[in-house]
């Protein structure tokens, strides 16, 4: 097998569009001491822009063939870990932060490594980052909306998100079967929440969103939530639990948990 051709099991696909790379590029703002991660490099099309600019690029790939070939360019600014970047130690890869995130990130993984960044955050400086389109309307969504959701409230509080693009299929090779978008991360040098105990705020979240059809205190209790804590808090937040998840702002979300955090939790 050619080390060019898209494996599937990879979710390979490999972006050409030379217009899509000069907006990534941009949208980047290079300054001459930024340190660049790259991960999915594949044959490398964005890696060679990103090299042009000077900087020091660590990639990585978990395609041995894709990731044999960059090392093999022998470019003294290009360091290429082969390797699955989910299973990677992230306090061992990020040795001199901060970085920027650079990547066209296969879909299947792309909201696995927004989580593993959301861990890193401080390691980031921004993030350029090529999303399936319907991933990126969650990043971007507002409350009351029908993308609203849970990358919605678990990223948004850290990060401005603006869009960059949207890519269609035959940017890329093989073409995918739905557009793309390229989203500019950008963390915020003041969040939106001061979190009690982060842990405790995904959980809601993700306890909210679990079963969208349900009332959030039904949804709440359906993921194991105990009722006497969930009404307090509801009570003490002044927040009708008879309201759905998707309704609530990224700082009601907050509320709910740093009060949650103050009780005797008493679950494992």
């Known amino acids: 097998m050619s080390a060019q051709r898209p494996r599937k099991r990879f979710g390979q696909n490999f972006l050409h569009d030379q217009h899509v790379l000069d907006l990534i590029i941009s949208a980047a703002d290079f300054q001459d001491d930024d340190r660049i991660l790259e991960i999915g490099p594949g044959p490398g099309a964005l890696t060679s822009r990103l090299l ?18 960059l090392q093999a360019r022998d470019e003294k600014n290009l360091e290429v870990k ?5 299973r990677l130690d992230w306090m061992g890869l990020l040795q001199n932060p901060p970085y920027k995130l650079i990547a066209n990130l296969p879909y299947n993984i792309s909201s696995q490594v927004l989580f593993k960044v959301l861990d890193h955050r401080h390691a980031f400086r921004r993030l350029i980052l090529m999303f399936q389109k319907e991933v990126g309307d969650r990043l971007v969504a507002e409350e009351g909306t029908r993308n609203y959701g849970i990358l919605s409230a678990l990223i948004q509080p850290w990060f401005q998100i603006d869009r960059v693009v949207k890519v269609p299929p035959g940017a890329f090779h093989p073409p995918p079967k739905v557009d793309s978008v390229v989203l500019c991360l950008e963390p915020l040098s003041k969040p939106r929440l001061s979190l ?13 969103f ?21 009404d307090q808090a509801f009570s003490e937040a002044g927040i009708n639990p008879g309201r759905r ?19 005797d939790m008493g679950e494992e």
């Open 52 to 69: 042009a600019t000077g900087l020091p690029v660590l990639a990585v790939e978990i395609d041995r063939d894709l990731g044999a070939a």
């Open 82 to 86: 082969i390797g699955d970047v989910l």
């Open 196 to 208: 009690y105990d982060e842990a405790l705020y995904r959980r809601l979240v993700k306890g909210a």
């Open 210 to 230: 679990a079963h969208r059809r349900k009332t959030l205190r039904n949804s709440l209790l359906g993921s194991g939530w105990a009722a006497e804590l969930i």
């Open 245 to 263: 998840g998707e309704t609530l702002k990224i700082e009601e979300f907050g509320m709910l948990a740093n009060l949650l955090s103050t009780y």
